[in-house]
C-alpha cells in the first residue's frame, strides 16, 4: 500500500510514465503496473530501488507521511538502518534543511569518512528529537489531564 501511493504519486505529482518510472529504477514496466493496480505485495527490493532512483520525491513523500517510516519498520525492520540505500537521498536532504551545500569533489576516502559522520550526526539529532517530542507529548497530555481537573 506504501508503494502504492508513492508510485501513484509519482505518476500524477511528477508526470512520469510508468515506463519512465520502470527505466529510472531499474524495475520493470509489468511491475510498476502491479504496484499501482495493488497486485501482491512488493518485496524490499522494489522499494530501495525506487527510494534510490527518486530520493528527492522519497523523502518529500516521507516527510508527508509520518506512519510512512513505522509502517516500513513493520514490515521490514528497515526504517531507521542506514543500509538501505535511501541513507543518499536522506543526507542531501538533511544537508539542504541545514544550508550546507553539496560536499565538493574531494577523493573517495574523504567523501566516504564524510558521509560516515553525516549518518552519526543525523542518527544522534533524530534520537535526540524524539526523546524530546516525547517528553513534550507527555507534558502536553498531563497539562490537560489537570485542566480537566480543574473544570
Not at 501513484?8 to 502491479?34: F, M, N, V
Not at 530501495?48 to 525492520?77: C, I, V
Amino acid at each position: 500500500m506504501i508503494l502504492r501511493g508513492f508510485v501513484l504519486e509519482l505518476t500524477k505529482r511528477h508526470d512520469l510514465s510508468q515506463t519512465e518510472i520502470a527505466k529510472r529504477s531499474g524495475l520493470s514496466q509489468p511491475l510498476i503496473h502491479k504496484i499501482l493496480t495493488g497486485m501482491g505485495r512488493p518485496q524490499l527490493q522494489s522499494y530501495q530501488k525506487l527510494a534510490s532512483a527518486f530520493p528527492e520525491a522519497w523523502n518529500d513523500y516521507m516527510l508527508r507521511h509520518p506512519t510512512l517510516q513505522e509502517d516500513l519498520s513493520k514490515a521490514f525492520g528497515w526504517a531507521s538502518r542506514t543500509d538501505v540505500g535511501v541513507v543518499r537521498g536522506n543526507a542531501e536532504l538533511f544537508e539542504r534543511i541545514l544550508g550546507l551545500e553539496g560536499l565538493p569533489p574531494v577523493p573517495s576516502e574523504t567523501r566516504d569518512r564524510y558521509q560516515r559522520r553525516l549518518r552519526v550526526v543525523m542518527h544522534r539529532a533524530t534520537r535526540e528529537l524524539q526523546s524530546f517530542r516525547k517528553s513534550l507529548l507527555a507534558k502536553t497530555q498531563t497539562r490537560d489531564r489537570s485542566r480537566r481537573r480543574n473544570v
